[in-house]
């Protein structure tokens, strides 16, 4: 897996927001904070065409959020940018938001 890749971010961060800013692409991104998925479970997942996951996938992939890796015919999406996950669990989980906020003002 490709999760630890590291890379720099060479797309402006604005980019990767506005990637982030729709909510397909948003689904996408979390089902994958879970781990690999490939094409096929990320269509069923969605509900949507395969031409419609592929272009999410595709803004999503340009933006340096996500990677892609063959596994014979299919093709499996990753994170890349393992902290878009832990954005997304501090906006969305006050627990996690707590314990964030409590190991920062530790450092003050």
């Known amino acids: 897996m490709s ?12 980019h990767v927001f506005k990637a982030l800013g729709h909510r397909v692409r948003l ?10 998925r490939c094409v096929c479970e990320l269509v069923e997942l969605s509900g949507l065409g395969w031409s419609s996951v592929s ?3 595709s803004v999503l992939r340009n933006a ?3 990677g892609e890796e063959k596994r014979g015919a299919k093709v499996f ?4 940018m393992q902290n878009v996950a832990n954005f997304i669990r501090y ?8 314990r964030a ?5 530790s450092l003050r």
């Open 3 to 14: 999760s630890s890749t590291s890379f720099s971010l060479s797309v402006p961060l604005e």
């Open 27 to 36: 689904q996408i991104v979390r089902e994958l904070i879970a781990g690999d």
């Open 55 to 57: 272009r999410h996938l």
């Open 64 to 66: 340096g959020v996500l």
């Open 77 to 80: 999406y990753h994170l890349r």
């Open 91 to 98: 906006m969305e989980d006050p627990e996690f938001r707590q």
């Open 101 to 105: 906020d409590a190991f920062v003002a």
